[in-house]
């Protein structure tokens, strides 16, 4: 008999994308020194973990503001009359320095409980989408370097600075939202 | 802190509703949450983009009427749905939430802000036109700015606590 309410949470016969793909990496993680410590830690420290999550927020608005600002620049939504270069010079690098703070908070989470994480397809998406949106970032932290104006030099330029910035609004934003029913799915 | 039985038989009779209780038990949970996590980001980030210019930190080549001209829309765009999910969030254990210390310090550190904020428009405010491009505007502003990011990031924080604290 199927019961009422809602869905089983996940497919005990592990055919879900990341349980038969990643579940040995996350098992083979949980017995590491690291998770080891970042387990003892929080146990230990009942204040980290709110402290790591609240911290993780923090970092989070400021990706997504420093990202979404420079990206509705690139697409003209905003700012049109003043040059994207500069602007450029100012939000990247606090988008660079949320990320890093954001993957060593998201990080200790992670190593408390590897096995649960590597087992859910919200969580190894929102991995996927984060990687395509960080490779995102180098592409236009490349081209800002060589040249405060070298996306806006040529038609091409132009046209991927803004399918780009479209794109990887889309991929940040689907990083929240996975990340926030990791606990559900 | 002791509530009086009013506001906790009002809490009760409301964790016990039907609607309180559909909206606990299913996807709608998360739905809430990811929204609510969503228009804090708008309401923090604003903020924060207006507060580190009165701080004299960051868009200091900005008049501070033009960004918070810009800003305002998306803090109280965010802030009216934050509210919204965050009350809906909180319906299904509505007693569990007002007996909970760190849910209501989070909801003192709201009003705080939002006092801090009406002093910023009573004081220094008044005088904006004089100050509106400089990189230092006057003491009165640099400290509400100081205060709003304290109180908000207090907000965040008192938020994530909620979860690890237990009511009386």
Not at chain 1, 113 to 135: C, E, H, Q, T, W
Request: hydrophobic share 55%.
């Amino acid at each position: 008999m199927t019961p009422v309410g809602r869905p089983p949470q996940s497919d005990p016969l592990g055919r879900t994308m990341a349980i038969t793909t990643f579940a040995p990496l996350g098992q083979w993680l949980g017995t590491t020194p690291l998770s080891h410590a970042a387990r003892g830690a929080l146990r230990a420290t009942s204040w980290l973990a709110p402290l790591d999550e609240t911290l993780h927020i923090l970092a989070l608005t400021t990706l997504f503001v420093s990202a979404a600002l420079l990206h509705l620049r690139l697409l003209g939504v905003v700012g049109k009359d003043r040059p994207v270069g500069p602007l450029a010079r100012r939000l990247l690098p606090l988008t660079w320095s949320a990320l890093v703070v954001l993957l060593l908070t998201g990080g200790l989470l992670v190593l408390n409980r590897p096995g649960r994480y590597f087992r859910s397809d919200m969580f190894v998406i929102k991995m996927g989408l984060v990687i395509l949106a960080v490779a995102w970032t180098l592409v236009l932290q490349f081209g800002f370097s060589r040249d405060t104006g070298y996306w806006e030099q040529t038609t091409g330029r132009r046209v991927l600075a803004k399918s780009g910035a479209a794109v990887a609004l889309v991929l940040w934003a689907g990083a929240v939202v996975c990340g926030r029913w990791i606990a559900y799915a | 802190m002791t509530l009086p039985p009013t506001l906790t038989d009002w809490a009760s009779a409301v964790s016990q509703s039907d609607w309180a209780q559909t909206i606990a038990g299913s996807w709608m949970f998360p739905l809430l949450e990811t929204v609510h996590v969503f228009s804090l980001v708008a309401v923090l980030g604003t903020i924060a983009l207006v507060d580190w210019r009165l701080l004299g930190f960051a868009s200091r080549d900005y008049p501070v009427t033009t960004l918070s001209r810009q800003a305002l829309p998306w803090t109280w765009g965010g802030f009216v749905l934050a509210v919204a999910s965050g009350a809906l969030m909180t319906a299904g254990q509505a007693g569990e939430y007002i007996t909970n210390p760190a849910f209501q310090l989070k909801l003192l550190l709201l009003l705080l802000a939002g006092l801090n904020m009406a002093a910023f428009h009573l004081i220094p405010w008044k005088t904006v036109g004089a100050w509106d491009t400089r990189v230092g505007p006057p003491v009165a502003a640099r400290v509400a700015g100081a205060l709003s990011l304290a109180l908000w990031i207090g907000v965040i924080a008192a938020g994530r606590w909620i979860a690890f604290t237990h009511g009386a």
